[in-house]
Each structure stands twice: as C-alpha cells, then as structure tokens.
C-alpha cells in the first residue's frame, strides 16, 4: 500500500521541519537580540563606515544561513503538502468504499432502520481557513482531540481574514490556561470541540502546526 510509506515520509519530512525552524529561531534570536544588526539592517555605522561592534563576516554568513534554512523550510513543507493531499485521498476512497458496502447491506437485509441523515451545516462550516499538517504526541492539541489533517473553520475568535498566523498565536496566548472553542472538519464532517491552550515540555501552547489554506 501507498499510504503506509507516504505517511512514514511525511513524519520524517515534518522532523527534518521542526528541525529547520528550531535552527532559524536559532540563527533569529542571534541577530535581533540586544546589539544585534537584525535579519536584515545595515552593516555600516552613520558615516557609511562597516560597524565595529559587530563581526560582519560572521552576521553576512548567518544571514546566508537563514537564507538556505527558509528555502529547504519552504520546499520540505509544499512536500508534506502534497503527501498530506495523498493521506487525506486515501481516506476519502476507504470511507467511500466503506459507506458503499453499508449502504447495500442495509438495503438488503430489510431490517427497516431509519436512515442517518446528514447533520445541517452552515455553508461557511465548508470554508475552513487552515489546515493541521504536524501535531506532537502528548500536545494540548493531541490531548485535547485535535487531529492531523483536521481543517480550522474557527479558533476561538479567529476566522477567515487576514494575519491568521498573529490573529492565531494572540488567541492561544492570551487564553492561556482556559478553553478555546474550536469549529472544524474532519474527513467532511463538521466537529465542534475544545482545547486549551497551555504551558507543556515542548513547544508552543498548542503542540501543532497550522498550514494556512
């Protein structure tokens, strides 16, 4: 089967993610902390001098660096895109096959259920704004129900606009340590749930990664 090997590589592309974005938080923290010429200042003092407070060799190749790290973090995650796009095919194929199969059992058996109908949504639960494409075992979100794939309708009060990733991390921050109410989608059908955002022995508050949509 494909789906056993893509998913395999898809959490070894989400490793080697984690380990991009931990190297540039890194190489960040180095050039804007105090003294710093930033990510992307200038090197030379007011009378167009290069700065003597600084080892501008040294900055010039961090910044390169940088430069390379955000690349590979921009390809290795169109890459986990594109498996996570095969993932979610997979599972649609199997839950079609399998509601096929008992769909003409039911028909069959004349036992006389009453058929499921399919819960009413608002049209706006079928615009979700971002997708949960890496999430750590033993999170908040991984504890409180969050899934891989999972599709963010609504955050608390963050919906389809724009700055998501601020709007995002100014939501978990601020509630800190109390529930947020989550409305989202999984494999097609719309879920409500509950998380709360909290201090834990990895990064974040939440655990998980938010791909934009």
């Known amino acids: 089967m494909v789906a056993p090997d893509v998913k395999a590589e898809t959490m070894k592309l989400m490793d080697r993610r984690g380990a991009l974005e931990a190297e540039m938080d890194a190489i960040i923290a180095r050039l804007t902390g105090p003294g710093g010429p930033g990510i992307t200042g200038g090197l030379v003092d007011a009378e167009g001098f290069p700065r003597s407070d600084i080892d501008i060799p040294n900055v010039l190749a961090q910044r390169r660096r940088l430069a390379e790290l955000r ?49 009413e949504e608002d049209p706006v639960t079928r615009l979700p704004f971002a997708m949960i494409d890496e999430i750590t075992d033993g999170s908040p979100a991984a504890v409180d129900g969050l899934q891989l794939g999972d599709e963010i309708v609504k955050f608390g009060n963050v919906e389809a606009g724009d700055r998501l990733q601020e709007r995002l991390m100014s939501e978990a921050i601020s509630n800190e340590g109390s529930q947020v109410s989550l409305a989202i989608i999984r494999q097609g059908s719309a879920m409500n749930l509950t998380i709360t955002p909290r201090r834990w022995h990895g990064r974040g508050l939440l655990g998980c990664h938010f791909r934009m949509l």
Do not use: F
Not at 72 to 95: A, F, G, P, Q, Y
């Open 71 to 119: 690349n590979d973090h921009k390809d290795v995650t169109n890459k986990i895109d594109k498996n996570l796009e095969i993932l979610h095919s997979s599972k649609l194929s199997r839950n079609e096959q399998t509601t096929s199969r008992g769909s003409d059992t039911s028909a069959s058996s004349h036992i006389g259920l009453a058929q499921i109908e399919p819960m």
